[in-house]
């Protein structure tokens, strides 16, 4: 039935949280199975320094979990690349016009929050789920 779709390039939006890097695992874990080439991708919102912005600092970036990422997708044989972009409009855009310019086939994003079932999703992940054309999963 779905012998026809094919996931070639997979996009995990990551924030740093316990639930995105759990969403960079099973987006590790995919792009294995399914040999896509995966892209971990963090917006830097407005008003929030650039990675470059903090060189001064005596840090590489702030961003170490996007280093172990990295790390784990070499050591699993998947092709990564990571992107750190500047949001000029909000984050959800952000994601889903990155998405749509990269031809993406599958978003992963870890959610924030749990408390209400109406904002279970977050709103990030619930802009992306409501926005994105291609599927979208959820990690919690």
């Known amino acids: 039935m779905y012998s026809d779709v094919k996931?070639?390039?997979?996009?995990?939006?990551?924030?740093?949280?316990e639930n995105s890097k759990r969403a960079g695992?099973?987006?590790i874990k995919m792009g294995l199975e399914l040999?896509?080439?995966?892209v971990a991708l963090?917006?830097?919102p407005v008003g929030k320094p650039f990675p470059?912005?903090?060189l001064e600092k005596g840090t590489k970036h702030d961003y170490a979990y996007l280093d172990k990422i990295g790390k784990q997708s070499n050591s699993a044989g998947v092709d990564l690349e990571i992107?750190?972009?500047?949001?000029e409009t909000p984050v959800v855009n952000e994601i889903i016009e990155?998405?749509?310019?990269?031809?993406?086939?599958?978003?992963?994003?870890g959610i924030r929050s749990v408390s209400e079932f109406r904002f279970m999703l977050g709103s990030?992940?619930?802009g992306v789920v409501e926005s994105a054309r291609c599927p979208v999963l959820v990690v919690k």
């Not at 040999?35 to 995966?38: L, T």
């Not at 992107?83 to 949001?87: K, L, N, Q, S």
């Not at 990155?98 to 994003?109: E, G, P, R």
Request: no cysteine; charged share 25%; proline share 0%.
């Open 7 to 17: 996931i070639v390039k997979i996009l995990v939006a990551m924030d740093g949280s």
């Open 25 to 27: 695992d099973y987006a």
């Open 35 to 38: 040999h896509a080439e995966v």
């Open 42 to 44: 963090h917006v830097v």
């Open 52 to 54: 470059e912005e903090n």
């Open 83 to 87: 992107e750190i972009v500047r949001a």
């Open 98 to 109: 990155y998405a749509n310019k990269k031809n993406i086939d599958l978003i992963v994003i």
């Open 124 to 126: 990030t992940a619930s």
